[in-house]
């Protein structure tokens, strides 16, 4: 297999948003609202969401789901399925990270410009990454909360005055997105700066966290 390229996050959102445009899912769109990703994946890109134990794939971390490139296939873990329906913002998450791999690592890129071959991911929950891992993670924030999009909420946010904790958590809500992801992207695209304890600040220009690595929130 190859080596993934560095993809910068304008690179990234560039490649998400042309997706939603192409969707018909306009992320300049006025309304703050969850991106249908099932519906992305299912018609948009032809993939297969099914569910099974995939457990035995791999026994070093605890795999959530796979990719199968040449069947079109994403498999859900099974044996995850209480945390999956209990956490919707975590399986939309996970969709759209084996979309990621589908687009940027193995469809052909249909996005990017070079090819690939074809090969399974077993992603895992796991504190180290590798390259795919991150890109997959990256693409997945940048496509469920479009820049445009959280730069508007945020506006609206700022029209209330002090932003609190629990705006943040009405906006992970709104955006079916969990609030661990939604911290990630919003400090991202430096809107907003939510501290260890739970204060919500503006964020400054002395943070980089183009490339910051998300945890899956279990
Ligand atoms: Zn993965």
């Known amino acids: ?14 490649i998400t948003e042309q997706i939603l445009t192409d969707y018909g899912f306009d992320p300049c769109d006025k309304r703050v609202r969850p991106v ?11 993939l297969q969401i099914c569910w099974e134990a995939i457990d035995q794939l791999d026994t070093e971390g605890m795999v959530m789901a796979a990719i199968i490139p040449d069947r079109k296939q994403i498999i859900l873990n099974e044996t ?54 991150i890109q997959a993670d990256l693409f997945a924030g940048c496509l469920l909360m479009p ?17 609190q904790l629990q705006h943040i958590y009405g906006l992970a809500d709104c955006l079916k997105v969990s609030i661990s992801a939604l911290t990630v992207r ?16 503006r964020a400054d220009g002395r943070m980089e966290p183009e490339y910051e690595q998300l945890t899956m929130d279990l």
């Open 147 to 163: 820049r445009p999009m959280m730069e508007r909420a945020v506006k609206q946010l700022n029209m209330l005055g002090a932003i």
């Open 80 to 133: 995850h399925r209480a945390l999956f329906d209990s956490k919707i913002g975590t399986y939309y998450f996970t969709l759209a990270h084996e979309l990621g791999h589908w687009v940027l690592h193995a469809s052909g890129k249909p996005y990017l410009r070079s090819g690939g071959e074809l090969y399974a991911y077993y992603c895992r929950s796991t504190s180290h990454k590798p390259a795919e891992e």
């Open 36 to 46: 249908p990703i099932e519906e992305i994946v299912e018609f948009h890109f032809d």
């Open 1 to 14: 297999m190859n080596r993934p390229g560095y993809i910068a996050i304008g690179q990234m959102e560039a």
């Open 186 to 201: 919003l400090k991202q695209l430096r809107l907003l700066y939510v501290g260890q304890d739970g204060r919500v600040s």
